[in-house]
């Protein structure tokens, strides 16, 4: 079946970097648009990265372009995020999330995406 685990989240000062990780099987991963969203307590879920199959393009929020890069390696069947210049804004729950086709639409919505991973949690604070 699907599976899709996260790691790489933690406690951090603002300023600071982490770089998170979505280990993936049970699927042909490069056949498929992954993507990282956020969820913080209180907040509705928001589509932070996506990146289509091959790796080719990908799309961020607005909130987190230049500091996030998301990429992906298809012969390990892993996602990652690397998130750099953190802020307090940031802290949430990142869930990694297989989308439903080969591509990301501009606007990363968690209606594209039909499997999730159980996520993990980044906290920026000083």
């Known amino acids: 079946q699907v599976q899709l685990v996260e790691s790489g989240g933690g406690s951090v000062q603002p300023g600071g970097s982490l770089r998170l990780s979505c280990a993936t099987s049970?699927?042909?991963?490069?056949?498929?648009?992954m993507g990282w969203f956020r969820q913080a307590p209180g907040k509705e879920r928001e589509g932070v990265s996506c990146?289509?199959?091959?790796?080719?393009?990908?799309y961020y929020l607005d909130s987190v372009k230049g500091r996030f890069t998301v990429s992906r390696d298809n012969a390990k069947n892993t996602l990652y995020l690397q998130v750099n210049s953190l802020k307090p804004e940031d802290t949430a729950r990142y869930y990694c999330?297989?989308?439903?086709?080969?591509?990301?639409?501009?606007?990363?919505?968690?209606?594209?995406?039909?499997?999730w991973g159980q996520g993990t949690q980044v906290t920026v604070s000083s």
């Open positions: 999330a297989r989308g439903r086709w080969p591509y990301c639409s501009a606007v990363i919505t968690a209606e594209d995406f039909g499997y």
């Open positions: 049970g699927f042909s991963f490069d056949a498929y648009a």
């Open positions: 990146i289509v199959a091959n790796g080719g393009s990908t």
